[in-house]
């Protein structure tokens, strides 16, 4: 179990906020972790993202107990190079969006296409910087960014930690629900801790 502190707030808005801070374990063995801070330090989701499971499918919740759904996140297939997952709010049951990753294109930068409910491509996400020196050196620390309609929506930064992964992201007023563009994030964010968890 965690040692970490954790303030959770239950009526946080995400639609207002624009800077938050992502956090996960170092290494993993049977799921990965991941908290999902505002800039204050306010927890607005929480996720176990399984490890050892023949297709990918997880819950974004609201809270570390679990109690409040938020997200589905599920991958089409279970094989495939060009790997696609449906982003389902669980309240309404609407399609946000779908992440294609594109699997060549990736070995050596992670690149993933944004999808709208109804399939068309609108923007794409893209690790940047030394992606290549990355895949050898893995303490080198990453950023992604987030592109929809030819504008930057969001931002990845990795902060360098001790013991475990922290990421901020800063995002732009966009069409998007923020929520989705928190799960493109976490999306590639999961792309690399797998990348890790396999060397």
């Known amino acids: 179990m965690s040692t970490e502190l954790v303030r959770e707030v239950q009526n946080v808005s995400i639609a207002t906020q624009s800077q938050y801070v992502i956090k996960r374990k170092f290494w993993s063995i049977f799921e990965r972790v991941f908290r999902v801070f505002t800039a204050d330090g306010q927890l607005i989701m ?3 993202h399984p490890i050892l499971k023949m297709r990918e499918e997880f819950t974004v919740h609201a809270d570390e ?3 409040r759904p938020l997200l589905l996140v599920k991958s089409k297939q279970i094989i495939a190079i060009n790997f696609s ?3 389902t709010d669980i309240a309404t049951h609407q399609v946000l969006g779908a992440v ?10 992670d ?7 109804a399939g068309t491509e609108i923007g794409y996400a893209e690790e940047q910087g030394a992606s ?3 895949r050898f050196i893995p303490w080198l620390t990453s950023k992604h960014a987030i592109f929809v309609g030819g504008q930057q929506v969001a931002f990845i930064k990795q902060r360098f930690r001790f013991f475990t992964k922290e990421f901020e992201v800063a995002m732009s007023p966009s ?3 923020p929520r989705f563009v928190l799960a493109v994030a976490l999306l590639a964010l999961i792309a690399e801790a ?6």
Do not use: C, H, M, N
């Open 46 to 48: 929480y996720i176990k």
């Open 100 to 109: 294609q990753k594109k699997g060549f294109r990736s070995i050596i930068r």
């Open 132 to 134: 290549l020196l990355r």
């Open 85 to 87: 997952y449906e982003v």
């Open 65 to 67: 107990a679990q109690t």
């Open 175 to 177: 069409a998007l629900d």
């Open 194 to 199: 797998r990348r890790e968890d396999a060397r």
């Open 111 to 117: 690149k993933f296409l944004i999808l709208d409910p």
